[in-house]
């Protein structure tokens, strides 16, 4: 009787191993989407392990190593961090870095074949070549397969990087992807227009699943810290003097497309419209100097806040803006994160991306505009200055409904493994 209560809602408990070289959590800082969704099969349950490495360029505070494997408990997380030599930027060393962590998984392969014993092993880094130890692993706990995909490598340093189909490191980085596509039981993709690419490497048609990116519906609930007082006073003043704020939070890298995002402020400079960027990043001086050779009075840059005040921050906005660059890889679709924390604040958005899928749009909380395009940016802030606080109020409730609707981690962690079974 025991045993059937415990599994009412699913087949089976299980043993899950995700490979992860970035996976991060709340105390080390991203990668978050490993964390989320094991912290939600835990909760079904089912006992879970996660493998990343010691250091990772994504993370804010490295883990704690103290051999070639060290563990630690994370809200019910096995977390198993294998020692990997440290890097900086895209060079040699983060290749090295890459290749070591496949070779000492794959060291161990017999050794988390024993101790966790997995009933599901799931690749899940951004580059394919961690399906090698997922499939001796697999293969010797007889376990389900999963690769998940992230980005498209190769094709993302070559089509974003520049760099030849003909390197070694691409040519290796190819085999494993079809490698990959052969081998998985399931593939597993955060971009909704992969499937075709994957079929043309060999992955057969019904291995494909879409899991898009997602929010902690519950963890945004309890983001309640104030915004620092710099931000708060300098919020406050523009609203006293009755502003319109649209809002850019986030990085301000050559990615990020912000060039389009102050030339637009130039076509509204006699408007009672202030844009406001809230972040760091490579670009950020030249975008400062940008709005001061434009004489900007109408752009405000402010410093990042903590992850835990992006509640507040957004609240004190009447719109929030979003860009990328112009790429031919968007053809596949993007799942940024940025745009659920932007949905879940209820404020309408403007979304300057060109890509096969978009989200403001399937949800009707926003305008879409083309991408690179200052005019269609400013059209798009007068027209949602124009329209009444009601009209903007209903606008964002509906992108809150649909992220809660379709992108809370609760959902995206038992269609995960409901496409499974």
């Not at 408990?73 to 020692?83: P, R, T």
């Not at 519906?217 to 810290?225: K, L, S």
């Amino acid at each position: 009787k025991i045993y059937v209560l415990a599994n009412i809602g699913h087949k089976r408990l299980m043993n899950i191993l995700l490979i992860n070289h970035y996976a991060g959590s709340p105390k080390h800082g991203m990668e978050y989407r490993p964390y989320y969704l094991a912290k939600e099969w835990v909760r079904m349950g089912h006992k879970v392990y996660i493998v990343a490495s010691s250091i990772s360029h994504l993370r804010s505070i490295s883990p704690n190593v103290t051999d070639i494997i060290s563990h630690e408990v994370i809200d019910g997380i096995s977390y198993s961090w294998l020692k990997t030599p440290g890097y900086n930027g895209n060079g040699v060393m983060r290749a090295i870095n890459m290749f070591s962590f496949v070779a000492n998984l794959m060291l161990h392969a017999g050794y988390f074949t024993r101790t966790v014993r997995p009933n599901i092993v799931i690749a899940s880094s951004t580059y394919p070549l961690d399906i090698l130890p997922a499939r001796s692993i697999s293969k010797r706990s007889s376990a389900t397969l999963i690769f998940e995909v992230h980005d498209l490598w190769p094709l993302s340093p070559i089509e974003l990087g520049g760099m030849s189909p003909r390197h070694p490191f691409i040519i290796i980085m190819q085999w494993a992807e079809n490698y990959a596509y052969k081998y998985a039981d399931k593939v597993t993709s955060i971009l909704p227009n992969t499937k075709h690419h994957m079929v043309e490497h060999g992955m057969k048609p019904d291995k494909f699943v879409y899991i898009p990116n997602g929010i902690s519906i519950e963890d945004w609930g309890r983001y309640n810290y104030p915004l620092p007082e710099q931000h708060e006073k300098v919020l406050s003043e523009l609203k006293r003097k009755s502003k319109f704020l649209v809002c850019y939070a986030g990085a301000h890298g050559i990615a990020n497309a912000l060039t389009y995002f102050i030339e637009a402020a130039k076509y509204l400079v006699n408007e009672n419209i202030s844009f406001v960027l809230v972040g760091q990043g490579p670009e950020k001086p030249r975008l400062q100097n940008l709005a001061e050779q434009l004489k900007l009075t109408n752009v405000v840059f402010l410093s990042p806040v903590n992850k835990h005040a992006i509640p507040a921050l957004l609240d004190k906005m009447d719109c929030l803006y979003i860009s990328l660059q112009k790429q031919n890889l968007f053809r596949f679709g993007i799942s940024p994160n940025k745009l659920m924390d932007y949905m879940m604040a209820a404020k309408p958005i403007i979304h300057a991306v060109e890509a096969a899928n978009d989200m403001v749009k399937e949800a009707n909380c926003g305008i879409s505009v083309p991408a690179e395009n200052p005019e269609a940016i400013a059209s798009a802030v007068k027209q949602l200055m124009r329209m009444s606080d009601e009209q903007r109020r209903e606008m964002g409730l509906r992108g809150k409904r649909y992220v809660m609707e379709n992108h809370d981690y609760k959902v995206l962690a038992r269609r995960f493994l409901e496409s499974i079974e």
